[in-house]
Every structure is written in structure tokens, then in C-alpha cells.
């Protein structure tokens, strides 16, 4: 059971439990988010190597590390981290994606603690990692969301957030030609609960946290999504406490 909360959002939650069956599914209905994954991972390894200094070549970089994903639908970010040697705590809004997250990686055995909590009522603290990555955009209250990050956080910890940026060229690809062709399921994205740059940044900075890297998620029809200097579609922050 979910818990009452303050950033669940109750309909945002049964919107995404309702893709959970095909989360895994390449071709399913989280296929945009299948396709933005190797890009976005790439992005968490650089940073991961240079925060903790490891080499690019090392198969398991957070061995011995604590991570936590918030937001985790069934889990295409916390198997990878597992893989790379962390513990990994998932949290995610919808009961149907934590049950199809554990059934997806239990006969991998990996052993990933799965939880349908909320980040404020969670009382995990220090852990090395924390990522939330296309979550920020569906919560309620998204600085109590951020808050709640931020007590998680080891104070020499590494934080990973993404999200769309509020702009007239997401409102174009994301919102409205993503969900006319089925790209994105109908109802996804809100383009008024978009969050700027700027105003994650502010929100960052008032739970002690400060940005030391911004980079742009693009997309084209010819190379699918890459990392980019342009901020206006969505973007990755890299976050530290101040
Ligand atoms: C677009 S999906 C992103 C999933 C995953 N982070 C990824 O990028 O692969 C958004 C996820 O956030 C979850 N969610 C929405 N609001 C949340 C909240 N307040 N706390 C935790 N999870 C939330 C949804 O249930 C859904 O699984």
C-alpha cells in the first residue's frame, strides 16, 4: 500500500501502473524510454567515474556503494546500477511496477530491494547515488519531491535527476507528436508541470544542493536521442550537496 504522501500523485500513479506489463517490452509502451536508456546510462557512467574516481574499464565502479532510484518504474535503471555493483533500493509511485520490477529481476538474481514508498516517508539516508530520472515532471510538490532526494543523499554523494524541459519544442515532440503517433501513451505528459532548468536548479539550491553539470537530451528522426548542449527538449543535472 502506498502511504499518504505529499508528491504521490494519485492518477499519475495509476497512469503509469497500467503501462507496467509491457515496461520491458522494447517495442511496448515505455519504448521511448528503452530508447533514451543506453544514452542516459553513458551520461551516469562519466559521471559515476570521475565522482568516485574509477576507471571507465571497471565492470563494477559502485561496488560496496549505496544507490537509490526514486521514480523507478520496473526498474530499466536499477538493474543496471545493480550490475555495476551497487545496492540498490528502487521506489516508485505504482504498485503494479514495483511487482513487475521484482518479478523482472529476481530470475536475473539480482537483488534489488523494491519498494512502493514515497521518497518523503522513506527514511533511508547516506546512500552514495541517488537518480531520478523522468519522474520530477509527474510529482506533486516537486520540491518536497526534491527535499526528500536530498535528505537521502550521502553529504559526498552523487545525484543524477532528468526531466523535459518546459519549452514550445517539448510541448511540439513531446507532448503533442510523441502521444498523436503512440509514441508515448495518451495522458503521459503534462506540459504545464514541466520544470526549467532554471527553476530545478532553485529548487535544488534550496535543499542544500548545487548543479555541476547540465546537459541536453536531443532528439532526431536519423540518430534517436544523444547528449547535447541544448537544453530545450530535457536534459540530465549532475547534483552535489553544497
Ligand atoms: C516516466 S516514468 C520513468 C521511470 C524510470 N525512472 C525511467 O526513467 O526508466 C515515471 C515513473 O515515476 C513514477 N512516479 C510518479 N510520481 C512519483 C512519485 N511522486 N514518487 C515516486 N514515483 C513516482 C511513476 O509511477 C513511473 O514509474
Not at 520530477?136 to 550521502?154: C, M, N, R, S, W
Request: proline share 5%.
Amino acid at each position: 500500500m502506498t502511504k499518504a504522501s505529499s508528491t504521490i500523485n494519485p492518477a499519475e500513479a495509476a497512469h503509469f501502473g497500467t503501462l507496467a506489463a509491457e515496461w520491458w517490452d522494447p517495442k511496448g509502451s515505455s519504448a521511448m524510454l528503452h530508447r533514451l536508456n543506453p544514452v542516459r546510462l553513458a551520461y551516469i557512467r562519466e559521471a559515476i567515474d570521475l565522482h568516485f574516481d574509477c576507471d571507465s574499464s571497471q565492470l563494477r565502479p559502485l561496488a560496496g556503494k549505496k544507490a537509490l532510484d526514486v521514480g523507478c518504474g520496473a526498474g530499466l535503471l536499477c538493474e543496471p546500477l545493480a550490475r555495476m555493483g551497487a545496492k540498490v533500493t528502487g521506489l516508485d509511485a505504482a504498485p503494479e511496477n514495483i511487482a513487475a520490477a521484482r518479478a523482472h529481476a529476481e530470475p536475473q538474481g539480482l537483488d534489488i530491494d523494491y519498494r512502493n514508498e514515497a521518497i518523503e516517508n522513506f527514511g533511508g539516508r547516506d546512500h552514495d547515488l541517488v537518480t531520478s530520472l523522468e519522474v520530477l515532471e509527474h510529482v506533486d510538490d516537486p520540491q518536497a519531491f526534491i527535499d526528500g532526494l536530498a535528505k537521502a543523499l550521502a553529504d559526498d554523494g552523487l545525484m543524477i535527476i532528468s526531466t523535459p524541459n518546459r519549452t514550445a519544442m517539448s510541448k511540439l515532440l513531446l507532448v503533442e507528436l510523441a502521444e498523436i503517433t503512440g509514441q508515448i501513451p495518451r495522458g503521459t505528459h503534462h506540459h504545464d508541470q514541466f520544470i526549467t532548468p532554471e527553476e530545478l536548479e532553485k529548487m535544488l539550491g534550496n535543499a542544500g544542493l548545487q548543479v555541476t553539470d547540465s546537459t541536453g537530451l536531443s532528439y532526431s528522426p536519423a540518430k534517436g536521442f544523444a547528449l547535447s548542449d541544448n537544453l530545450k527538449l530535457n536534459y540530465l543535472m549532475t547534483v552535489v550537496k553544497a
